[in-house]
């Protein structure tokens, strides 16, 4: 995938990558579960869910309604929380966790936006104790993710003080063309799922990325391009060194992102019990 160099005197660009099924191969919030079992933050039943509810996030994916329950378990799953052991124990796991199923298609379609003289930015719904970490091991130049409310004692209150989720993604990025001067007709965009498709058509060049069935028949009948990404691949495989400059995370949230490890099953229990009734 070859793109144009940036003219510096036009307004500046950048590239928006969701992030769980877009540039890595699972679901953040959920590939954190057993850490934060070994951290005493969530019990083995919560584990055993969390490996059912990956299978389900991967087999197809949460639509909105599903995404709501989600956003309510994460935020009483996580009420109590204490920020800094959750950020150390992110630090601690994060390359043993989240490098091998970094896509390689997602890493070079990266480096040929920063070639290209183009920002990255990683918008994703999971909370920024986990995405800004894998934002800083990827290379990003911003982060915009969901945000909790933390209280006086360190630990999370269990409010959401901002969801990215859906239009809001889309709002966030119109914010940061505003106060970065990002053309965004010229700006690229990369996601796998519908409930991206404000983010996608807010800038001119979106892209369905491993796309679910809604996201496909959007982008076929909207003639964006769509892209498979199927290899992941270590970092240090693509760079011997390991030596990946970090990009300051500039737009981050506050939110644990792997409170929403438990909540796959809450939604995909209550469609069971839904359809038995």
């Known amino acids: 995938m070859l793109m144009d160099v940036e003219n510096h005197s036009l307004p500046r660009t950048a590239a928006f990558f969701d992030l769980d099924k877009t540039v890595i191969a699972k679901s953040s919030t959920l590939t954190f579960s057993k850490s934060f079992y070994q951290g005493g933050l969530i019990n083995r039943r919560a584990v055993l869910r969390t490996a059912y509810a990956q299978f389900v996030f991967l087999a197809g994916g949460a639509d909105h309604d599903q995404m709501e329950r989600m956003r309510k378990y994460l935020s009483a799953l996580c009420r109590g929380w204490n920020v800094q052991q959750v950020r150390e ?3 601690e796991t994060l390359h043993d966790l989240i490098d091998p199923i970094i896509y390689d298609e997602a890493a070079t379609l990266i480096e040929e936006h920063h070639t290209a003289g183009r920002d990255v930015v990683i918008v994703s ?3 920024a104790e986990v995405v800004e970490p894998i934002g800083e091991l990827l290379g990003a130049d911003r982060v915009v993710a969901t945000r909790m409310v933390v209280g006086g004692d360190g630990c999370f209150t269990g409010e959401v003080e901002y969801y990215a989720y859906g239009p809001t993604k889309a709002e966030a990025i119109r ?3 505003e ?5 965004l007709a010229r700006c690229y965009a990369y996601s796998d799922s519908a409930t991206d498709v404000p983010m996608l ?3 001119g060049h979106p892209h369905a ?3 679910d069935r809604a996201l496909r028949r959007e982008a076929l009948a909207r003639d964006w391009p769509i892209l498979d990404f199927h290899r992941p691949v270590r970092l240090k495989q ?8 970090p990009r300051p995370a500039l737009v981050a949230a506050a939110a644990i992102g792997a409170a ?5 099953l809450v939604w995909y229990a209550s469609r069971r019990r839904t359809s038995v009734a």
């Open 175 to 177: 914010e940061l063309a």
């Open 89 to 91: 124990i992110v630090a």
């Open 238 to 245: 693509r760079f011997p060194a390991f030596a990946v400059p």
């Open 209 to 211: 990325v491993n796309p």
């Open 179 to 183: 106060s970065e001067g990002y053309d």
């Open 201 to 203: 058509e807010s800038v």
């Open 260 to 264: 929403a490890a438990t909540a796959g």
């Open 125 to 127: 719904t999971s909370g």
